[in-house]
């Protein structure tokens, strides 16, 4: 890549304005190679390169593909109103490298959440026309039925949908566990589907994104990772 000046490589990696990421240099905050640099001309190629800010050490990263196994009680909305935001559980300068979520979970949902910096990634992911199965297992209010897992295969009415909507696939678990596999993300998709058949979701976890398995990641709730470059191609991104 192309050499540039340490406040700007700073800026880019979300450690705040041009002037705050000078100023950051200037007293001394910034090491690279070991070596504090308080010169914010000085240059370095980014690819590649590792520079510590307050000690801790970072990579330069052109973008972020990062993966959160979301405990509930966060937001996913960039201005959360009720509840902190997902963004709250990483570094401060995942916000100003403008992360967002892939989608979005509810406050209460538990689970596989994507998030990036890469507009190209989210748009790519979120499309609908991607149709990137996600897999929901469900807690059910009253025990899952063979009826039940029929009807939302066979798909049910909701209020605001011209068409009734179908899970993908479906299958009991347990008594009052279900799998739901869904190619769309309208709101509140599996509460609304489940009550429209006929019960009531009591608590909803994603646990997968395609073939990204949340129970492969090593994530407890509230953990979070940069995605593997193997992982970035299972969601069909190389
Ligand atoms: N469906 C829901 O109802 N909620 C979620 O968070 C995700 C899918």
Redesign the pocket.
């Known amino acids: 890549m192309k050499k540039t000046s340490l406040d700007r490589i700073l800026q880019s990696q979300g450690f705040g304005s041009r002037k705050g990421c000078r100023e950051l240099i200037e007293e001394g905050e910034v090491s690279v190679g070991g070596e504090v640099v308080t010169n914010w001309r000085t240059e370095f190629d980014p690819e590649g390169l590792t520079f510590t800010v307050f000690d801790e050490e970072w990579e330069f990263r052109e973008h972020v593909y990062l993966v959160l196994n979301k405990p509930a009680g966060y937001e996913c909305s960039r201005k959360p109103s009720s509840h902190p935001g997902v963004l709250s559980l990483f570094p401060e300068n995942f916000e100003w490298r403008d992360v967002q979520t892939v989608g ?3 406050h209460d ?1 538990t689970g596989l959440l994507l998030l990036s910096d890469d507009g190209a990634f989210i748009h790519a992911q979120s499309s609908p026309k991607r149709h990137q199965p996600k897999t ?1 297992v469900a807690t059910t209010a009253e025990p899952v039925s063979d009826k039940l897992v029929a009807a939302l295969l066979a798909g049910v009415k909701l209020h605001d949908e011209p068409a009734p909507l179908a899970a993908l696939a479906c299958r009991k678990l347990d008594d009052n566990r279900i799998e739901i596999v869904l190619d769309q ?1 309208k709101y ?5 589907m489940l009550a429209a058949a006929g019960n009531h ?1 009591a608590a ?1 976890t ?1 646990s997968a994104i395609g073939p990204v398995q949340l129970a492969d990641l090593n994530l407890e709730e509230g953990e979070w990772r940069y995605l593997t470059t193997e992982e970035l191609a299972l969601l069909g991104w190389e």
């Open positions: 979005r979970l509810d949902t929901y993300g509140h998709q599996v509460k609304r979701c909803l994603r």
